[in-house]
């Protein structure tokens, strides 16, 4: 589904859930010419999550081995990586990402869900085409056929309720969902891979003002350049974020390493 329109900014979740987190991590990523970015490094952990949603899709569509597919898309990709000289975090966790991986798929349970759409793109104007002040682009990993918007999610352990009701991923699928049949998805779920335990996310709850807070972060996203505000450090620039010499200096992050 594409209304895209030409001439506006496009973002998407995850674009906002960076700005979130730090403007200056969301100009490293993405506001910097693709030439002159520093390395964003790859980590196996979530490379594990995109073979899993590889092999869900496969398996579905086309009944193919789930865990061929995950193998397949993990091995192709690390190749890919090592040609690329990129730095990737926790291959010492290589092996039992794989097995966990494969697991994951073992066992789950493909009679839950019965999906009308796999994977479906979406670029649309937000927060209507009435007034549209960005392009929002998203996947959607699966809707099932009661109408509802199902996200696999890989992480190590389920989020709480307040996290799911405030997701920005989950707001704008919700919306996305609206615009694109009309009507609003039966529900929005989490579901957690690891435990195929089903999470539902309360979106409908409060929900103008989550849109409103929408448009203010995204309004303020567009005008946040060209330097953008870095965070104060915390444990995330200390032990997450990619950037965190850069942008603090070698020196001040080595201090309390």
């Excluded at 790859?42 to 086309?62: P, Q, R, V």
């Excluded at 670029?123 to 549209?132: E, Q, R, V």
């Excluded at 615009?179 to 529900?187: D, L, N």
Aim: net charge negative; hydrophobic share 35%.
């Amino acid at each position: 589904m594409n209304k895209q329109i030409d001439g506006l900014m496009t973002v998407s979740a995850s674009k906002i859930g960076v700005f979130r987190e730090c403007g200056r991590m969301y100009k490293y990523k993405y506001v910097i010419p693709h030439s002159d970015r520093p390395e964003d490094k790859k980590n196996i952990a979530s490379l594990m999550g995109t073979a899993l949603h590889a092999a869900i899709e496969k398996k579905y569509k086309e009944d193919k081995s789930p865990t061929g597919t995950f193998q397949h898309v993990m091995d192709t990709t690390l190749d890919e990586w090592e040609k690329q000289g990129l730095t990737i975090n926790g291959m010492e966790y290589l092996s039992r990402n794989k097995k966990l991986g494969k697991d994951i798929l073992l066992a789950f349970p493909w009679e839950q869900f019965n999906p009308t759409e796999l994977e479906l793109a979406f670029t649309l104007p937000f927060p209507d085409a009435n007034n549209p002040i960005v392009n929002m682009t998203g996947f959607i990993d699966l809707l099932d056929m009661d109408g509802s918007v199902v996200d696999h999610k890989s992480t190590a352990t389920a989020p709480n309720q307040d996290e799911l009701d405030n997701n920005p991923q989950f707001f704008i699928y919700y919306w996305a969902y609206q615009q694109i049949y009309g009507v609003k998805p039966w529900k929005v779920i989490w579901n957690h891979l690891r435990t195929n335990k089903l999470y539902e996310a309360q979106i409908a709850q409060d929900y103008n003002f989550k849109l409103a807070q929408m448009i203010e972060d995204i309004n303020d996203l567009i005008n946040s350049g060209p330097h953008y505000a870095r965070k104060k450090m915390d444990s995330f620039c200390r032990g997450t974020c990619s950037f965190r010499k850069l942008c603090y200096g070698e020196k001040a992050i080595e201090a309390i390493e």
